[in-house]
């Protein structure tokens, strides 16, 4: 019985943290494109970035710290998801769950970029003459492209990707959870994927891109994790029947004298 609580004390965490990961960032990420016009302002050039960036003042700076930290939550039920779906043995699953932690480390060093090094190039820029604004931009464009384009968004999103297309199979796989989870997750992971495409235009000019990719992508990525959470949250895992939580003994159910005087006197 205590076991029995404590697995589901760990799922409804897990579905708690996901859904609380998924909103918290998502409102952090509305006041943000709201007062800075993110996303769409990481494709501008420095002399368009960084003055606005000076004119949000410490309140842009400090959004920018809430929107990391608040995605960030989620590597805690990426880490526990295979102990709730009873996987913890799935090779597959377990290389996933590091990749999605490592996604979220990824991207918190995207985000974070704009707390610890973007504010002294702002004010460099703003305060600067002409060689030090272009010294400034030459500076604003490496760590962009290297923290931002490259860590946080390429390699980021991509292992976000594999990770919920890991769980999605896996769902459609065990049946651990409803089935049309599974397909969505297919589906927004594909959508999520999309926006690649933008992220290359960066390095790769001409690259095909699809505008509305990262929108519509993220967004419905953020909504299926958010629904990953819900379903945690509101009905048991199927677990397989072969599986033993961590720390729990497996014994023999003891028989009473009775019964196994029965057992003997059968053919």
Do not use: C, K
């Not at 697995?7 to 409102?27: E, S």
């Not at 007062?35 to 002399?47: G, K, N, Q, V, Y």
């Not at 946080?152 to 459609?172: D, K, R, T, Y």
């Not at 933008?198 to 891109?209: K, M, R, W, Y």
């Amino acid at each position: 019985m205590t076991t029995s609580l404590t697995n589901d004390g760990l799922r409804r965490t897990t579905g708690g943290l996901f859904v609380a990961g998924a909103l918290a960032f998502a409102g952090a990420a509305t006041v943000l494109s709201s007062t800075f016009d993110w996303p769409d302002i990481l494709r501008e050039p420095a002399d368009v970035v960084l003055p606005t960036f000076v004119a949000g003042g410490t309140s842009l700076v400090w959004t920018w710290f809430a929107t990391a930290w608040t995605y960030a939550i989620l590597i805690v039920p990426i880490l526990l998801l295979p102990t709730v779906l009873g996987r913890r043995g799935d090779p597959v699953l377990r290389v996933a769950t590091y990749v999605g932690a490592t996604s979220v480390v990824l991207s918190l060093i995207g985000f974070l970029r704009w707390v610890f090094v973007v504010p002294p190039l702002a004010d460099s820029y703003a305060g600067g003459n002409a060689v030090t604004r272009a010294a400034v931009d030459a500076a604003w464009t490496a760590q962009h492209q290297f923290g931002g384009a490259l860590l946080g968004e390429h390699l980021g999103q991509l292992m976000a990707v594999a990770w919920s297309v890991a769980v999605s199979v896996a769902i459609l796989r065990t049946r651990v959870l409803p089935r049309w989870l599974g397909v969505a997750g297919l589906v927004v992971s594909a959508l999520y994927l999309t926006n690649q495409g933008d992220i290359l235009a960066t390095a790769v000019p001409g690259f095909p891109v699809w505008d509305l990719g990262g929108l519509i992508g993220s967004t419905s990525w953020g909504l299926w994790v958010a629904a990953l959470g819900v379903m945690l949250l509101l009905r048991p895992v199927r677990l397989p029947h072969a599986y033993v939580p961590a720390g729990s003994a497996s014994l023999p159910t003891p028989r009473s004298p009775a019964s196994a005087d029965v057992m003997t006197t059968l053919p």
